[in-house]
Nanobody
């Protein structure tokens, strides 16, 4: 199992930016695709972005494409989510997760494809 700890959430005005970080420990981080998901109150957890083990491929939900950027630093065992032009609908708890299998593609976007989760970090965007 890999242990994941998110940080970087907070309160920001609409149009602002935040950068989330997710520090990993445990199993070989660099072998696994990583994803970011979010969950708003009363809603199901939804896919935000994913990145392959090498960082060579990424994928985004339509709602964040062009505004958010996922990246990773395998030397630091960390994955990032840069969030720009934030909107109130981006509010929620953001979770990072590690894929269940090694060397997975970015086609895997369901929460059930990911086996290790962080505790989440709250992002609140005010209008």
């Amino acid at each position: 199992q890999v242990q994941l700890v998110e940080s970087g959430g907070g309160l920001v005005q609409a149009g602002g930016s935040l950068r989330l970080s997710c520090a990993a420990s445990g199993r070989t981080f660099s072998s696994y695709a990583m994803g970011w998901f979010r969950q708003a109150p009363g809603k199901e957890r939804e896919f935000v972005a994913t990145i392959t083990w090498s960082g060579g491929s990424t994928a985004y939900s339509d709602s964040v494409k062009g505004r958010f950027a996922i990246s990773r630093d395998n030397a630091k065992n960390t994955v990032y989510l840069q969030m720009n032009r934030l909107q109130p609908e981006d509010t929620g708890v953001y979770y990072c997760a590690a894929d269940k299998i090694t060397y997975a593609s970015v086609r895997r976007k369901s929460p059930t494809d990911f086996g290790s989760w962080g505790q989440g970090t709250q992002v609140t965007v005010s209008s």
